[in-house]
Structure formats: C-alpha cells, structure tokens
C-alpha cells in the first residue's frame, strides 16, 4: 500500500501496489507504474515470526545498575506457575492472567500477545506503595505485529470507584486510528492525576512512528516538573507542576487497557520491563537504548 498523509496524520491517498510497482506523487496525484527491478534493488523481508530481540549481558547489567524497582526479563526459567521472575529482588513478581486461548504466552525470551476475546494481561504481584509521591520511570522494549490501537502497558490505582472500567494514573499505547489528533503508529504517554477520573491529563504523542516488525525502546518518565516520552532515543516532554503527596497504591496491567476489560489489546511482543522509583534522566535513556542497539564486540 502506497499512502499519502496530511500534516495531522490523515490518509489523503491510497493505492494498492505490489513488489512490481513504483508510486511517484505529483502534487495532489499518486502516479502508479509497473517496473522492472533487479534482485540486487529489492530489499530481503524476514518473517515476521522469526525476529527476536538480544539483550546482551552488558545491558542487563547496565539496567541493573540504574537499580530498577522491577525488571522482568522473561527469561527461561522466569516462570514458576503464574509469576514472572524479578530480577532486583524476591517482591513485585510478575503475575500472569491467562485466557485459555493461547493469546498470552512466553517464549524465546519475550512476551508474546494475540487477539482475544478474552481477557489476558500481566500484572503485579503486589501493589507499589507511593509511586506517585515522587519521580518514577516505566521502560520496555516493544514490537507490534500490525497496525493497531493497543495497550502496551497502564499504571493503575489499586482502589478502583469503577472496577469495571478502571482509570490510568499513566498509560502507555500504541496509537492508530484513535479519536485523537497524531501521525500514525505512534507512540501515546498519558498522565492524569487524581488518577481515578476520565477528564483532564497530559497527553504525548512520540515525534517518531512505531513500526510494525521491528523492536522499539520505549520510556516514560514522570518528574516534579514535567513528563518526558523517550521511543527510540527521541523525546517529547511537556512542562507542568506535577509534584504530589499520593500515598496511593499502583498496580501495572500489560498488555490491554485494564485488568476489567479485554479492550484495546496489544498484539505483539514484549520485553526488558523496568520501572524505576525515579527519573532516569536523558543520558541514561541513551545509553539503554545504544547498548541494547550497538553492534556486539568481536
């Protein structure tokens, strides 16, 4: 499919094209040809299946040294039952909530999730006290397998008004097609304090698309005076006052939008989840996602 975008992410042009074909715009016009091409001009596609992401030893510890609160690493071995190993202490394992689909599971090192109709996610196995008092930062590495609207990750209010329908103290998704104004496949960073309402918030949307197929670092991060959304290396920040006296216990739900409703679900892959009981600040953010990114020594 070759698509032409207005500035606010709008399809403004379609047309259907095969490996045989060329799209040149001209002006208002998609110009459509077909075209001889060498193998040598055609670019090799790996199945989509058969993509996995390498974390090195060196970034485990470099993460680790940055000493996260959590961090599931998905691991063989991780899983004992439902709980998912934390690789910073013996508390806030992973646990997981399985539909009898096969629409959740681990393997190969990460965390894969399917469509369903039912519910599946990863949670907490218990609560994080005060989070919100102070700075906190939320990373993962990510790889969406189509185009979609889904949740990657939310942090939650443990005390729900509606436990049917649960509000977001920070939420992290992949936006497209969403009732919101932003370039496609994007990244959105939403934080909304009092966390147990649906009005009000800060929104970002990363200046960078997130491209189906291909593992994207994602980072948020809450501070006093602001939040910062980091997808590969780049930021968006928006400045505000957002120092609080929140005592309030968080949970995280991974993989839809809460632990209530099967709605919004991630399809894709999952890994490296960390959060921090701080802010990690723009250096340490770099050089994440460069290690994980560099060439392996030789």
């Known amino acids: 499919m070759a698509s032409m975008l207005g500035d606010n992410g709008d399809t403004l042009l379609n047309e259907l094209v095969t490996a045989d074909h ?3 715009f001209q002006g208002t016009a998609l110009d459509v040809k077909t075209a001889a091409f060498a193998e040598s001009d055609r670019i090799s596609a790996m199945p989509i299946d058969d993509v996995a992401l390498y974390p090195s030893d060196k970034y485990a510890q470099i993460v680790k040294r940055d000493n996260p609160l959590v961090y599931w690493r998905f691991e063989e071995g991780d899983a004992q039952g439902d709980l998912i190993r934390n690789h910073m202490s013996d508390r806030y394992a992973g646990q ?3 539909a009898d689909d096969g629409s959740m599971r681990m393997d190969r090192g990460t965390l894969h999730f399917q469509r369903s109709r039912k519910r599946r996610y990863l949670t907490l196995s218990e609560p994080i006290d005060g989070i919100n008092k102070g ?8 790889r969406v397998h189509r185009l979609h609207w889904g949740t990657f990750l939310g942090l939650l209010p443990t005390e729900q008004e509606d436990p049917t329908r649960e509000t977001h103290l920070c939420l992290l998704e992949y936006a497209n097609r969403t009732n919101l104004v932003h370039r496609p496949a994007t990244v959105r960073m939403l934080y909304r304090y009092p966390a147990k ?6 929104n970002s949307f990363s200046p960078n698309s997130c491209i189906p197929g291909l593992w994207t670092h994602v980072v948020a991060v809450k501070t006093d005076e602001g939040t ?12 505000d006052d957002l120092s609080f006296d929140d005592d309030s216990s968080y949970t ?15 399809e894709g892959q ?14 340490q953010v770099k050089r994440h996602y460069e290690t994980m990114t560099s060439s392996p020594a030789t």
């Open 228 to 239: 910062h959304l980091y997808v590969n290396g780049q930021h968006k920040g928006i400045v």
């Open 22 to 24: 060329t799209a040149v």
């Open 96 to 98: 997981l909530h399985l």
């Open 197 to 202: 309402t649906y009005l009000g918030g800060l």
């Open 135 to 142: 700075e906190f930062t939320l990373e993962f590495w990510v």
């Open 270 to 283: 999952i890994d490296e989840i960390a959060i921090y009981e701080k802010a990690l600040t723009a250096e």
């Open 252 to 266: 995280v739900v991974v993989g839809q939008i809460d632990s209530a409703r099967p709605f919004r679900q991630f």
